[in-house]
């Protein structure tokens, strides 16, 4: 095989496509389609509480496109990171989506599910024999952390799906995985140089987000060749540049030039872009340097609490003036109000002031009107209620000095004014792992539909 | 002494996974990348973001998209308790008063 072309529809399942785009990309034959479900980059929260940041509705509308072509042309369809986190309630609610095309299509298919869920023990004991590290500015990982996660996940790299194309799935529903494992996987089995795969994944991922102009809600289509890969956009709108490829490389990364996944490093310090005609970018030089140790990189969540947050804004220039020494004593007043009330996080946040950029912010002088959002975060919604509703009407009638405005203090926008918002979660995992059998910690389970 | 602002293509911030923020100069010219990126270093990142110098993690040149990527540690990790950006995207701005 001289060539292998993978079609990436969205960057993100559920973002969404243009149908005319996909069918361009269809009229190519690809031999896979691929897509990336999930980021962290939403927060903590989706990972914690086990939902999916995309909408279902969305994800069903792009599903079905893409399960019907890959059936139709007996060809794999690969979905990284399914339910945007990955672990198994993410991958749960991601294959009854697929159950129910499937079963709405009247069609089967052997559906491999591969679950990246990391059982505790086996971190707890990694951390003893010194195989775990930090993944960049994080402290070392310790067995608290570790138990304190709700959901626990290690990004899987391309060998489990690999697996599981060896066994014939027509579908790879993947948990956690290296976003660029999913477009990589069947080049690298056929034999196709792991490094331009994987790089080709990298971009891939994004789908359109690396074209001119960029769309996360477009497709991308991609050449694998036995020493370069090309890049081509589906949609007469786009082009991909070598600037907007080369630039991509940029994104959401620490260093363009090296740049570590499961099992080695990616390196683009010769990597070349060049044009060719028709909006296409032609990439060489990339190389994977496989590392002696495989690694994974592990991903966790814990609750912290539950939030209640106001809305509310301030135009009076008096107050404005003065805002946080009135917020200081409003704090003081509610403390003194709850001293026995147990730990709460009390937070009061300035829009028009720093309200974006909290302690960076080099200009932190107050607009003619602010927007400030009261914040509590507590061990129950209860004490979150509690705490942001007397915070709320202290701030409302506080009298501070100078005072004219003596009916109220604050702008509301809302009825209620006050927002009970659930549960909330932190990142408490962000930790390399050293693994000897790439695949063994990955289940894998099928789901036949006849 | 000119601003970066007025000559850079692209300024922009975004999270490098939850625990880091990184920042991307883009350049149209050869010549001006060459001449902005010597006077990009981690003493001025801190001083413009002020934050401790050693929180300025790596400052990169990428020739192909002409390009300086700063990488600071994030303020906190993202979306945890006091958080303001969780994506990381509006933390660009201060360096519209970079010099060179």
Same mark, same amino acid.
């Given at each position: 095989?001289? &060539?292998?072309?993978?079609?990436?529809?969205?960057?993100?399942?559920?973002?969404?496509?243009?149908v005319?785009?996909?069918?361009? =990309?269809?009229?190519?034959?690809?031999?896979?389609?691929?897509?990336?479900?999930?980021?962290?980059?939403?927060?903590?929260?989706?990972?914690?509480s086990?939902k999916?940041f995309?909408?279902?509705?969305?994800?069903?509308?792009?599903?079905?496109?893409?399960?019907?072509?890959?059936?139709?042309?007996?060809?794999?369809?690969?979905? =990284?990171?399914?339910?945007?986190?990955?672990?198994?309630?993410?991958? $749960?609610?991601?294959?009854?989506?697929?159950?129910?095309?499937?079963?709405e299509?009247?069609?089967?298919?052997?559906?491999?599910?591969?679950?990246?869920?990391?059982?505790?023990?086996?971190v707890?004991?990694?951390?003893?024999?010194?195989?775990?590290?930090?993944?960049?500015?994080v402290? $070392?990982?310790?067995?608290?952390?570790?138990?304190s996660?709700?959901?626990?996940?290690?990004?899987?790299?391309?060998?489990?799906?690999?697996?599981?194309?060896?066994?014939?799935?027509?579908?790879?529903?993947?948990g %956690?995985?290296?976003?660029?494992?999913?477009?990589a996987?069947?080049?690298?089995?056929?034999?196709?140089?792991a490094?331009?795969?994987?790089?080709?994944?990298?971009?891939l991922?994004?789908?359109?987000?690396?074209?001119?102009?960029?769309?996360?809600?477009?497709?991308?289509?991609? %050449?694998?060749?036995?020493?370069?890969?090309?890049?081509?956009?589906?949609?007469?709108? %786009?082009?991909?540049?070598?600037?907007?490829?080369?630039?991509?490389?940029?994104?959401?990364?620490?260093?363009?030039?090296?740049l570590?996944?499961?099992?080695?490093?990616?390196?683009?310090?010769?990597?070349? !872009?060049?044009?060719?005609?028709?909006?296409?970018?032609?990439?060489?030089?990339?190389?994977?340097?496989?590392?002696?140790q495989?690694?994974?990189?592990?991903?966790?969540?814990?609750?912290?609490?539950?939030?209640?947050?106001?809305?509310? =804004?301030?135009?009076?220039?008096?107050?404005?003036?003065?805002?946080?020494a009135?917020?200081?004593?409003?704090?003081?007043?509610?403390?003194?109000?709850?001293?026995?009330?147990?730990?709460?996080?009390?937070?009061?946040?300035?829009?028009g002031?720093?309200?974006?950029? =909290?302690?960076? &912010?080099?200009?932190?002088?107050?607009?003619? $009107?602010?927007?400030?959002?009261?914040?509590?975060?507590?061990?129950?919604?209860?004490?979150?209620?509690?705490i942001?509703?007397?915070? @709320?009407?202290?701030?409302l009638?506080?009298?501070?000095?100078g005072?004219?405005?003596?009916?109220?203090?604050?702008?509301?926008?809302?009825?209620?004014?006050?927002f009970?918002?659930?549960?909330? !979660?932190?990142?408490?995992?962000?930790?390399i792992?050293?693994?000897?059998?790439?695949?063994?910690?990955?289940?894998l $389970?099928? @789901?036949?539909?006849? | 002494?000119?601003?970066?602002?007025?000559?850079?293509?692209?300024?922009?911030?975004?999270?490098?996974?939850?625990?880091?923020?990184?920042?991307?100069?883009?350049?149209?010219?050869?010549?001006?990348?060459?001449e902005?990126?010597?006077?990009?270093?981690p003493?001025?990142i801190?001083?413009?973001?002020?934050?401790?110098?050693?929180?300025?993690?790596?400052?990169?040149?990428?020739e192909?998209?002409?390009?300086?990527?700063?990488?600071?540690?994030?303020?906190?990790?993202?979306?945890?308790l006091?958080?303001?950006?969780?994506?990381?995207?509006?933390?660009?701005?201060?360096?519209?008063?970079?010099?060179?």
């Amino acid at each position: 095989m001289e &060539e292998i072309r993978v079609l990436s529809p969205t960057a993100i399942l559920g973002y969404g496509f243009p149908v005319s785009s996909f069918e361009e =990309g269809l009229r190519r034959e690809p031999h896979v389609i691929a897509v990336d479900g999930g980021s962290t980059d939403p927060g903590p929260y989706y990972l914690g509480s086990g939902k999916s940041f995309t909408q279902r509705q969305a994800v069903k509308r792009d599903l079905r496109l893409l399960i019907n072509a890959a059936l139709d042309r007996r060809i794999p369809l690969i979905i =990284g990171t399914g339910g945007g986190s990955g672990a198994r309630p993410h991958v $749960e609610w991601n294959w009854e989506i697929i159950r129910e095309i499937l079963a709405e299509e009247g069609r089967s298919a052997r559906t491999a599910v591969i679950f990246s869920d990391i059982p505790k023990e086996l971190v707890l004991e990694a951390i003893k024999q010194g195989r775990t590290a930090p993944c960049g500015p994080v402290p $070392e990982l310790t067995p608290e952390a570790v138990d304190s996660a709700v959901h626990l996940v290690a990004q899987m790299g391309a060998e489990p799906m690999i697996t599981a194309l060896e066994q014939g799935a027509d579908i790879i529903l993947a948990g %956690r995985a290296y976003d660029p494992a999913a477009f990589a996987a069947l080049p690298i089995m056929r034999g196709f140089d792991a490094g331009l795969a994987l790089h080709m994944g990298k971009i891939l991922e994004c789908a359109a987000i690396a074209a001119s102009p960029g769309s996360g809600s477009d497709c991308l289509f991609g %050449r694998l060749g036995k020493d370069s890969f090309i890049l081509e956009p589906l949609n007469p709108a %786009r082009k991909c540049t070598a600037l907007s490829v080369a630039a991509h490389t940029l994104y959401e990364k620490s260093d363009p030039y090296i740049l570590p996944g499961p099992g080695g490093t990616l390196d683009l310090s010769a990597a070349e !872009f060049s044009e060719l005609p028709a909006g296409c970018v032609e990439v060489r030089g990339t190389r994977f340097i496989r590392s002696p140790q495989y690694t994974v990189k592990l991903e966790g969540a814990r609750a912290v609490g539950y939030r209640t947050v106001c809305i509310a =804004g301030v135009r009076d220039p008096i107050m404005i003036g003065q805002i946080d020494a009135v917020l200081q004593a409003v704090r003081e007043r509610v403390e003194d109000n709850f001293e026995n009330i147990g730990d709460y996080f009390l937070h009061f946040r300035c829009y028009g002031k720093n309200g974006v950029m =909290g302690e960076l &912010e080099p200009a932190p002088s107050p607009a003619h $009107e602010l927007g400030i959002v009261i914040e509590c975060v507590a061990p129950s919604q209860d004490v979150a209620d509690t705490i942001c509703g007397i915070a @709320r009407s202290t701030l409302l009638h506080y009298g501070y000095p100078g005072r004219k405005s003596t009916a109220g203090n604050l702008a509301f926008p809302y009825s209620p004014s006050d927002f009970s918002v659930g549960q909330v !979660f932190e990142f408490c995992v962000h930790h390399i792992m050293e693994l000897d059998d790439p695949t063994g910690i990955f289940p894998l $389970e099928w @789901r036949v539909i006849e | 002494m000119r601003y970066v602002r007025d000559v850079a293509a692209v300024i922009r911030s975004k999270n490098a996974g939850p625990f880091e923020l990184t920042f991307d100069l883009m350049f149209t010219d050869k010549q001006v990348f060459d001449e902005v990126r010597r006077s990009i270093t981690p003493e001025r990142i801190a001083e413009l973001y002020r934050i401790p110098v050693e929180h300025v993690l790596k400052i990169v040149h990428f020739e192909p998209a002409l390009a300086v990527k700063i990488t600071i540690v994030r303020p906190r990790p993202s979306g945890s308790l006091g958080e303001t950006d969780v994506y990381g995207a509006q933390q660009h701005a201060p360096l519209f008063e970079l010099t060179f």
